[in-house]
């Protein structure tokens, strides 16, 4: 179960708005339509492509999450 799980991964939640406020901005200026293929600069992310999502939506991935554990939840503390 969850609570049993040594670690934990998750995005920066700050990441996932700074994603989220450039997926918007091209969506509403036109640069992108949401179709799977379009691409978009995201600032300091990079670029971004919209993806298939396994419902059969679509989606932008912001990339592989932080592994959060025992060993490193200290430095994490820091950063949140």
């Not at 179709?35 to 995201?42: E, I, K, L, T, W």
């Not at 971004?48 to 419902?55: G, L, M």
């Not at 932008?60 to 592989?64: Q, T, W």
């Given at each position: 179960t969850a609570g049993n799980r040594q670690f934990r991964r998750?995005?920066?939640?700050?990441?996932?708005?700074?994603?989220s406020g450039y997926t918007m901005d091209a969506l509403v200026k036109g640069t992108i339509t949401g179709?799977?293929?379009?691409?978009?600069?995201?600032g300091d992310l990079g670029e971004?492509?919209?993806?298939?999502?396994?419902?059969g939506g679509t989606e932008?991935?912001?990339?592989?999450p932080f592994k959060f554990d025992t060993e490193n939840i200290a430095e994490w503390k820091e950063v949140y």
């Open positions: 998750a995005h920066p939640p700050y990441d996932i708005g700074y994603l179709d799977v293929g379009g691409s978009f600069n995201a971004k492509k919209i993806t298939e999502a396994a419902d932008v991935m912001l990339g592989d």
